[in-house]
Nanobody
Framework: QVQLGESGGGLVQAGGPLRLSCVVS????????LGWYRQAPGKQRELVAT???????NYADSAKGRFSISRDNAKNTVYLQMNSLNSEDTAVYYC???????????WGQGIQVTVSS
């Protein structure tokens, strides 16, 4: 079983940056895909960004040009650098791991990000 622990959330002013971190309990070199999702109040959970073991990345349209996902294999950590934040980015952000393309996902407990205008 894979355990994920998010950190770095909090309150930030609109236009500011924030970096989320997710420490993974197993070597991330063995994990097919890592990613960040978010869920705003009253909305469904949605993809923010993913990164494969190859380093290939994928972003939601809302994140393109503002957010950057990266991984540090030595630290078993995946990051989400968020810039130019706005109120629509306010949500609980979840770290996600997928060991293979046809297996179940693992999720972190989530961390709150609140952008004040």
């Amino acid at each position: 079983q894979v355990q994920l622990g998010e950190s770095g959330g909090g309150l930030v002013q609109a236009g500011g940056p924030l970096r989320l971190s997710c420490v993974v309990s197993t070597p991330i070199t063995n994990i097919y895909r890592l990613g960040w999702y978010r869920q705003a109040p009253g909305k469904q959970r949605e993809l923010v960004a993913t990164i494969l073991t190859t380093g290939a990345t994928n972003y939601a349209d809302s994140a393109k040009g503002r957010f950057s996902i990266s991984r540090d294999n030595a630290k078993n950590t995946v990051y989400l650098q968020m810039n130019s934040l706005n109120s629509e980015d306010t949500a609980v952000y979840y770290c996600n791991s997928k060991l293979g393309p046809f297996v179940s996902d693992y999720w972190g407990q989530g961390i709150q990000v609140t952008v004040s205008s």
